[in-house]
């Protein structure tokens, strides 16, 4: 009787984890479509792809920079290695944290010296200057909260960088809410400045209680050996943020600020895909029971995760696409013509999510000579079909290459299965 009783509130309890985990998700998806929304609403087409263009410099310039530590914290958790090294997660994550810090704030003095330099030199770019200086301010918050949020993603606690994700957005509503009209661009950048801000204090928050250390043990120093591990992987960082980011650098670059407005109010939408797939990719077992389990199986069991994973990112996806002329129509004219971009940034989340037991087995197996193959494959696909593209296409020719580049990567990684080893 009483072993029935418990048995009951647990399933209540866990009932009741489901529906607020899944609220909190809903939230996520609804502050993010909200301020792209606001955003197209209050500002031209022109302005915005002036606007979103900052988002490549804070997002697109700390992925170069965490590349290697994203990579090596990745496979220490994935892998389970804090054993082995005798270093734990929680350890190892602030160290290399710290040091992704000093790194991001280097360049940042750069950046904020040229700027200097530049406004002196050439008056006429003043404005754009004081649009950009608080992405440039944000690089040390964005680069803090990504690598924290990645390693939450390595150990299967997605929840988090969802939540990280509140503050960013809820800042950039109350400046649309607030702002008098006809108010700068900077003041929507230092909205941005101040969310990021509140999103990496976030994010260390969760990152220190999903990985618990001691001041002490966080403050030892790193070995040489880890040291010159994490180094090993710096091309391979650099190819992965190339991959990711090297297409909208190209369009930032190449193609007016109308094909960079269409192009991020889409990416914006399709990224929703991501607040609730990983949470269903974890083959019916809540997100929270996986944070320690291994992924290293056997070829029988690992294709099953990807069946498993395939269904469920065509259900999450499909639906979504069904829906598309409904929801761009959301953001009025010229974004609800964007279909085919929209229709292919869901096809690189479909392919991320249905690739997703591979790719962590890659980081498990840590064969870096062949993660680094197919990463630089993918990021040389994707940046070069979009620089050949981007003058006739457009924003078409960047979302065309992030899809191929991120099916060459999903391929590799299924592709790198190894023999099955009879578990």
Known sequence: MTKTAAIR???SASEHSWVGELSL??????????ATWSVVRALTPENAGVYFRGFVIAL?????LRGKYEIYMAQHIVGQRATSTGISNGALLMQLARRLLLRASLLCAVLLVVAADLDIQAP???TVLQTYLPFVLALPCVSLSSLL????????RTLGIVVATYAVNLSILVAVVAAPSGSSLALYSWAFLLGSLVTAGVALGLAWHVFP??????SRPISRDVLHAVDSRELIGLARGAQLWGPLCVLSVWAPPLQMAEYAVAARTALIVDFFLPALNLMGYRETLWGTRSVKASR????KQLAVALLYSSALVLPLLAFARTTLALYGKPYDSNLAVYALLLGVQWANGAGRPAVRQAVADRN???IGVAVGSGAVASVLICALGVASFGALAAVAGSLIGALILNVCAILMVGPDDGS
């Not at 697109?60 to 170069?64: A, E, R």
């Not at 250390?213 to 966080?218: D, F, I, R, W």
């Not at 029988?300 to 294709?303: A, D, P, S, T």
Request: charged share 25%; hydrophobic share 40%; no cysteine.
């Open 300 to 303: 029988r069991r690992l294709f």
């Open 124 to 126: 006429q770019l003043q």
């Open 368 to 370: 870096t000579r062949r």
């Open 213 to 218: 250390t001691t001041l002490a043990e966080s």
């Open 9 to 11: 509130r647990e399933r």
């Open 149 to 156: 949020g990645e390693a939450l993603r390595a150990a299967n």
């Open 60 to 64: 697109g310039v700390s992925t170069l």
């Open 25 to 34: 998700r809903v939230l996520g998806a609804t502050l993010q479509i909200l």
